[in-house]
């Protein structure tokens, strides 16, 4: 897959289901639990009308017309203080390892500090180890336990940046 073929941009509302597929299989392949995790959220299977917010935003990336993952930023629900969250970060097995999960999250936290957040959070699951390793590149610190009000219970690793 050549790099020119490659867009990461905003999500349109057709996205939705190859973006659903996307998100899913993930969830399937690593051996994530399905419910207390994204695989179960209302919002899943409707991305597009999940970040119309002036405070959201969520990037997929596309190659020749097929959604091959995204993630995003919203406020972390339930929290006062200037604190996002990175969400529904997933990727295909088709484009993992290219550097492009990489460009994406550094959207995702420009993205954040232009809306204005003070601090970026995120839950992940211990099997997505190369996740792992670029949020820790990228000065995330680990947390003891959850903040906010994710409903993500089953997502076992809470980290959180200053912006």
């Not at 973006?19 to 597009?48: N, Q, W």
């Not at 935003?57 to 995204?70: K, M």
């Not at 995003?72 to 970060?89: N, R, S, T, Y």
Request: aromatic residues 12%; negative net charge.
């Amino acid at each position: 897959m050549s790099k020119d073929t490659i867009v990461i941009r905003e999500i349109l509302p057709q996205d939705n289901k190859e973006l659903e597929e996307v998100i899913r299989a993930c969830f399937h392949e690593f051996k994530i639990p399905l419910e207390g995790t994204a695989y179960s959220d209302a919002e899943t299977p409707r991305m597009y009308e999940s970040y119309q917010n002036d405070n959201d935003v969520y990037y997929v990336i596309e190659c020749n017309g097929e959604i091959l993952g995204g993630g995003g930023i919203k406020p972390l629900k339930d929290i006062e203080d200037k604190v996002c969250e990175i969400q529904k970060m997933y990727f295909s097995p088709t484009v993992r390892g290219q550097g492009y999960g990489k460009v994406l999250f550094e959207k995702c936290l420009q993205a954040a500090k232009v809306l204005g957040y003070k601090k970026c959070y995120l839950e992940s699951a211990s099997q997505l180890k190369a996740a792992i390793h670029i949020y820790e590149s990228y000065g995330f610190k680990y947390l003891p336990n959850a903040l906010g009000n994710t409903g993500h219970y089953s997502c076992g690793l809470w980290m959180i940046k200053d912006l």
